[in-house]
């Protein structure tokens, strides 16, 4: 943990050892516009919530993305569930191919330990393996979330990851196959609260299902979103391409009255290892801020979004998400202005687009490719790379301690040069990273002269 992160956590009087008592969650109303309350908690939850259309309920504005919790320390999982839902948090994501598969069951042994009306658990129908499922192979998933979250009703279910392999893989998955009317079907029934699904690629897709609001009615909308996607992501560069920045998405789901689930409000870590020259411009007006706490609320601050999703495998991590939304502080039009003004600048460093979900892993040759492109990502956000023409007098020098770095970071048996071009990874990459192209690029930038 840096010194600015452990400043941070000191300053809050907040410690790992804080009692994980229940706290009363009765909210007041401030508003954040004319028409979205945002709700606080009283007391000491301070967490600040918003209001599900159509129901009333109320969401904690964190939520808890659980798919990068660890798989064989159940204790830690549960400590970190305690901390979230006695601090306010209600909201806790998960999938059947998390995890290895394991962390539905995870999850549930975590959650079914506190009342049933403490927490939303959220979950997807993750059928995206191949082009075509048979209704009752989706079905068989579709119960064992049921069995494995310990519960008779799920509160948000998700479509999972429409958009990849275009219309033909939407219709393969969840159209003729009736597996989508059967969905609709288990809303009307109670069994599911509230159907939505999470995008990602073809803007087709996404456009299709939203067109077809009146017929499918969603409740709510997942959609990768933060102050460098805002305008950014549907630049081609590096090899990949997004069909559509957030500011497309959210403003289509906003004008048909759907709200918006946020995932990778940080970019997979990413917008915090921002480089130094416009890290220094966010210490200059908050000197004690995480850079973290600038993107949360930098999406917080938008009156559409129901919950910002965060993966918190660390307990300083969600004590400090938690601090920065008890409640959220709005950014402010100056403060906005500089966000913009990062991104711009941002967008034009050549990272490769890695969030380290790992859906593309194993690697069946032993490539670490979020490894790779980390190892990549930090190398440019340091300014090692890239690197000078070959002629300048420093290239040599630079280029060594790239390779040597390197070496020390990945295994010989996870490094690039371990890719055979396979393309098992290009189906499951929902950023649509070329990802053998990268993986060839980084070989040969590894290589010693």
Known sequence: MDAKRRKFIKQLGITTGSAFAMMALEPFKVFANDSTPVLNGEGDNRMTYRVQHGTGEQISLL????????????????????????????????????????????????????????????????????????????????????????????????LHGVGQGGMDNLRGRFLDNGLLDFLVAEREAGRIRHLGFSYHGDVEVFDWLIDNNDKYHWDFVQIQMNFLDWRHASLSKGGWKQDADAEYLYNKLDKNGIQVVVMEPLRGGSLTRMPEEYSSQLNSVRPDAPVSQWAFRWVGSHPNILTTLSGMNQM???????????????????????????????????????????????CPYGVDIPGNFSFYNEAVNNGLLPLPETAAPDYTTRHERLVTEYRMTLTAENRANQCVDCENCLSKCPQQIRIPNQLARINQLMRRR
């Open 316 to 362: 300083e991590h969600l004590i400090e998400n938690v601090a920065t939304h008890s409640p959220l502080e709005l950014c402010t039009e100056a403060e906005n202005e500089l966000l913009e003004k990062i991104a711009d600048g941002m967008a034009g460093i050549p990272v490769i687009p890695c969030t380290s979900c790992a859906y593309c892993m194993p």
């Open 63 to 158: 939520g808890f993305g659980m798919m990068r919790l660890p798989r064989d320390n159940q204790e830690l999982v549960n400590q970190l569930v305690d901390y979230a839902i006695a601090h306010g948090v209600n909201y806790f994501d998960t999938a059947p191919m998390y995890g290895g598969g394991l962390n539905e069951g995870i999850t549930g042994k975590a959650l079914s330990r506190h009342p049933r009306s403490s927490y939303f658990v959220a979950t997807k129908m993750s059928n995206y393996d191949k082009r075509t499922w048979p209704l009752e192979e989706s079905k068989k998933m579709y119960e064992n979330s049921f069995k494995d979250l310990c519960v008779d009703h799920i509160d948000y279910y998700l």
